[in-house]
């Protein structure tokens, strides 16, 4: 072979590579796309909502739409978007996350949350115990988990929005049940701490430490994610634990403005945001075993699985997220303090 | 291809002094260990893949998302492989044939993506070219993108498969020293006909066992590529990340289907590289005794 | 056809080493001329700067009237022997040998038939015959030093470069080479440069003899010249084994006719 026609056909085959990636690549044909950064947890909750959002669009504008999702833990995400990730919406486990994104890129104003009803949480969760089948270890309330042998599951609040749900919900049991001393309440919670042996980065990694390896007596998890193990590995695995104080969790949502504008998706971002608080979408929801905020389309049978519990609230007995995150989760905080790693 | 290089000895266990038991028991321990360490994951890989059946096996390469990540991975190895060659060659070749100042750093810049963890290489990524990185601000002025999208999982595939073939080939190249490519210029061939007549037959062996390992870890890559991704589904998912994807959505059958076809890759790499050695068995041994 | 080539005042240093100090020679058209020196002396970088693989930091080598500077490695057209053959391993006798021809632009490249014919011609004059599918592994080390040879004329070399051609082999080949290295020349006349550090083999092949030590020629002259008066106690001492003790007279190949 000569060298020029050696040459030709390197440049053919690389050339013909190209085109075929480049033709690969190429994504389904869509009117419109919207990127939703989200946590770990809500992968199915999207899944479903997105189709319903794309059929009401269509209708309603005749535009096709493409919902694009990125999932990870929600302090990590948070990261993503302050990095360059080009959200139009951010859907995350706390406000604390979007606040962080807010101060760091001021893509949209600091008030994000007055925005929506009921502080831009479309829908609330709370946290649970997730034992195994006939609770073997008779795990009943926060008390119980720092007895002996127990061992618990629980992400890292340093990196994953539902372990800082966990957390406070913790520390606003102690605080009521030992008589409101914070150096008590901070021994319970270094005792509770010490109690678990694997700290996941996020919610999700928890649940597959617990429920798939099997690891531990008790899984404190979102409410709707112990639902779903139920449901994926089956109810006669695990039972699902009330403790007697829990925590509102609410995981809020907003339009990453600056991004919206750009990719001229300010009206697309704004309408996915307000449907989720129409009746069909908080049907969705309440399948999703997420707590409504609007339940009078939501399904009797998904509504009786919410039990009623005594709930404590981040604004209310925490004093809002700017004010916990600080005091509890920044470097020097009480969880820096309190958490020394058992190994 | 050093495995090829090792002699057997003619000698028998016998004449050695070892006895035929202890013989048996180390070839025992050998295979029992490949066999736990490497084989069997791999079985197990497709046997979760299979567990429900093969038509479920195949349904999960229906999903467009999976598909995505499968032409994502396709399309980053197509454009990291040949990146890798000519950088490969060309970093190879200065550092075999010519002596320079710097010389014994670039060796070490080369290695540096081994051993460093693919995380940082990421992380690097996300200073440089981040809405608040070095050229982050520069790069959105000019609507570029890089990270969390195609182009920087690209250079992160890129970056870490680096020394695969620049690795493969410096030792050979040293070895083999300059004096094939000073005879070839003083009979008046040309650079480029030296470097494709002389060298590169020379290197050949060597060149396709560095690039199909550079394209085994650059299909197979997850760490670096997590990071830069930024994990927007059918979008920028490669194969990796799209296995652990499904295997968070405890879609086990999924996950493992996806993890076997990366797997197979990897296993018709190896088949292409054992077909040509044995198929160009004596050409190379010519070579080698040279 | 061969030309002269001259050397003047040739300087080159390896990061602070200096191999070459000042070296100027003449060597004439169709003069076989040996470079003898101990290792270290200079003497292949010499060989090389006159080749083109070095560049000489300062100093000139002119071919005939052109100065070898202006001149590309292909426009120079050397034939270089290496030490260690440098045969292409991957190529049979016959592909090493027609390189030089095949490498040339498209221009001047002779047909397919015609490289084949000089091939062969050039195998037989090396006394080669038959071996032209052989692969050089499968050559003894002075077949393959005679490939090289032949490689090397293939491309009607103005000039013959010679580096210790016969260093990596026995002493009974390297004797029997000589010889007709020596019968080689008489036929072909190219004027020849070739590097040794064997001072038997420079007093018997060579027309004139440039001793070379520590980057300078110590030297120049014809065998008998420098057996019958050394200019330095350097060469005196350098050539001391070979000298005839007994006033006898060293043996020379004397040239054919």
Known sequence: MTFSLLRRRLTLGIASLAVAASVGITPALADRTLLNVSYDPTRELYKAYNELFATYWKEKTGETVTIQQSHGGSGKQARAVIDGLDADVVTLALGGDIDQIAKATKKFPEDWAKRLPHNSSPYTSTIVFLVHKGNPKGIKDWGDLVKEGVQVITPNPKTSGGARWNYLAAWAWAQKNLGGDEAKTKQYIADLFQHVPVLDTGARGSTTTFAQRGVGDVLLSWENEAFLVQQEFGADKFDIVIPSLSIRAEPPVTVVDANAKAKGNEDLAKAYLEYLYTPAAQKVIAKNFYRPSDESAADAEDLARFPKLELVSIDADFGGWAETQKKHFADGGVFDEIYKPTN | ?290 | MSVSVTIKNLKKAFSAFPALQGVSLDVAEGELVALLGPSGSGKTTLLRSVAGLEFPDSGSVFFGDTDAAQLTLRERRIGFVFQHYALFRHMTVMDNIAFGLRARPRKTRPSETQIKARVLELLSLVQLDGLEARYPSQLSGGQRQRVALARALAIDPRVLLLDEPFGALDAKVRKDLRRWLRQLHDKTRHTTLFVTHDQEEAFELADRIAILNNGHIEQIGTPAEILRAPATDFVADFIDDIRPKDGGKVTRLRRAG
């Open chain 2, 1 to 290: 291809m050093s495995d090829a290089t090792i002699q057997f000895p003619s000698k028998t266990g016998s004449e050695i002094g070892e006895s035929f038991a202890v013989k048996l028991v180390l070839i025992a321990i050998a295979v029992a260990f490949l066999a736990a360490v490497l084989l069997l994951p791999l079985v197990v890989v497709f046997m979760e893949g299979f567990r429900k059946g093969a038509e479920n096996f195949f349904a999960a390469f229906s999903d467009p998302d999976t598909l995505s990540a499968v032409r994502l991975t396709l399309l980053v190895a197509a454009i990291a492989v040949p990146f890798n060659i000519v950088f490969g060659l060309a970093a190879s070749w200065a550092i075999a044939k010519f002596n320079f100042k710097g010389k014994n750093l670039l060796l070490t810049l080369i290695d540096l993506p081994f051993s460093i963890s693919p995380v940082i290489s990421g992380l690097v990524f996300i200073l440089l070219f981040s809405a608040h990185g070095w050229f982050g601000p520069w790069l959105k002025a000019n609507n570029v993108e890089i990270i969390f999208a195609t182009p920087g999982i690209v250079l992160a595939t890129v970056f870490v498969t680096f020394p695969f073939v620049a690795r493969e080939l410096i030792p050979l190249m040293q070895s083999q020293g300059t004096t094939e490519e000073e005879a070839a210029l003083t009979l008046g061939a040309s650079g480029w006909y030296t470097f494709f007549y002389v060298t590169l037959p020379n290197i050949r062996w060597a060149l396709l066992y560095g690039v199909l390992l550079c394209n085994a870890r650059a299909m197979g890559e997850f760490g670096a590529v997590s990071v830069v991704s930024g994990h927007i589904r059918g979008l920028t998912n490669t194969m990796p990340l799209q296995i652990e994807i499904l295997y968070n959505e405890y879609n086990f059958t999924a996950a493992f289907a996806v993890a076997s076809l990366l797997a197979g890759l990897a296993l018709v790499t190896l088949v292409i590289k054992s077909l040509l050695e044995w198929r160009y068995a004596s050409e190379l041994a010519a070579s080698r005794r040279h």
